[in-house]
Structures are given as C-alpha cells and as structure tokens.
C-alpha cells in the first residue's frame, strides 16, 4: 500500500467521481510480485521526485490499494463482475508481460532451483497413497506430479537409478505443467481485457529483464517495468485521462497473438 503522506501529487477533487485502484496482472515467474513491492516501496519516492504537483489524495484512507497476484479468474470477478466494486473504484490495469521462450526458459531454472531448494521433500509431506490430488493444495503445481515418484521410487527394482529416472520425468513434468499454467493465465488476461469497456491495460513488456542477468537485468526491470509503471501511475493518480509510456503500451485484442 503506498502512503499518501509519501506522494507530492495532485489529485483534484473535482475530477476524482472513484477512488483510485492500481491491479497489477501478469502469468506465472513475470514478476508481478516483485513489481507490487517496488510500487508500494521505491515507486513512492520515485513519484515524489519526478512529480512537481504540490498536494495529494490518493483515497478517503490515504492510501492506494493495489490488487496483485492470485488468480486471474478472482480479479476478474472482482474487477468486472463485482458491479458494487466497479461503481466505487476506478482501476490502472498494469500487466507484466514476457515472450513465451525467454518466461518457459525462466520458469524451468525456477524448478531447479525450487528443486534444490527443498520442493521434493515438501511435497512429499502431501502424497496421497490413494492418488487423489482433487482438492485443496494437493491439486497445486508440484505435488501431483511426483506422485509416481513417491509410491514407487525407493523401491523401482531396488535401484536408485530406477528412482532417479522417476524423479526426472516428475520434475520435467512439472516444468510442463508450469509452462501450461503461463499460456492459461495469458489467455485469462485477454479475455479480462474483452471486457474492460474501454478501461485500459497497460502492458509493461519485461522480456529484456529476462534477458539479461546480474546487474543488467536490475537496471533493464527499473527502465522497462518500474519507470513506466510509475510514470503511468503519476498520471492515473492526477488525471482520469491515461497517456501513453515509450516502454508500456495499452492493447488491443487484434494484438494477442502478436504478443504472446
């Protein structure tokens, strides 16, 4: 949440008919999160240093809600099917977006390292002799997968190269299943963009970040994510007219397959 005492903005009050929402969108491993974080931390005092307006007012609370992570489906709900929501808050759509090779290339060296770091022993504190992975977090990414893997692994004809090769193809099966996820979550934000009624999203295109490494790929996500951000947020903060950003850029769903 970003404090209003920390924003040098002008908001009229004339012009402010809702109260302002910020819902950051993007697939799995696009760094929605992490871009949640920076608005409600950096993203402050960056506002402050670039804006030159001399009063603020963000909402009634002094502070502006921003709406990330989850699932798509629930902002959805919430953003167009929530009528009562819809006619109290006046929503800045920004969506994190990455090439499909450079986040599936991501998102498998993500479960290595989720590997390394341990996913194997936790999910198995949820394996199911049964093999019912229908309901609650056993249906998550990571925990079905590896069912073969635990009910036959130690004891595939008394080998652990039997074993390996088990865990080998869960893992592989896992990475999979996550690049699925990734093309579903995409196709929920366009048909959530369908239905906007004009409403814009701005797409923030991060695939340099994930290009790049070290310290390159900091500087890429402050230039390519965190700056338009910002700046996009300044103007829906002040205006209830939305310019354009020179790395953002609202679509069209004549763009969708151009894009992903």
Known sequence: MINKDELNLIVPQQR?????????????GTGKSRLSVDLAT??????????????????RR???????????????????????FRSRYE?????VDVSALALHSFVSERVDRMVAGGLVEE?????????????????????PELHEFFKNGPFVDGE?????????????????????????QLGKIWRLMEKLDGRRMHR??????????????????????????????ARFLVSEDE??????????????YMLT
Not at 16 to 28: N, Y
Not at 62 to 84: K, M, Q, Y
Request: net charge neutral; with cysteine.
């Open 42 to 59: 950096v993203g402050a005092k960056y506002l402050t240093r670039k804006c030159t307006y001399r009063k603020q007012e963000i909402s």
């Open 91 to 95: 929503c800045c759509f920004l969506w």
């Open 243 to 256: 310019e354009e950003d020179a790395h953002s850029s609202p679509v069209s769903t004549d763009q969708a």
């Open 160 to 184: 652990a190269a039997g074993a390996d090769h088990l865990l080998e193809a869960a893992i592989d099966e896992i990475k999979e299943n996550t690049c699925k996820l990734t093309h579903c």
């Open 123 to 143: 999910a198995a504190e949820f394996f199911n002799p049964s093999g019912d992975y229908s309901r609650g977090i056993r249906r998550t990414i990571g925990v």
């Open 204 to 233: 923030l295109d991060a695939t340099g970040v994930f290009l790049n490494s070290g310290g390159e790929a900091v500087e890429a996500w402050e230039k390519m994510v965190v700056g338009p951000s910002t700046r996009i947020l």
């Open 16 to 28: 402010r008919r809702q109260e302002k929402v910020v819902v950051v969108m993007g697939a799995t």
């Open 62 to 84: 002094g502070r502006l809600p921003i709406i990330a992570g989850g699932s798509n489906s629930f902002v959805e709900a919430l953003t167009v099917g929530d009528r009562r």
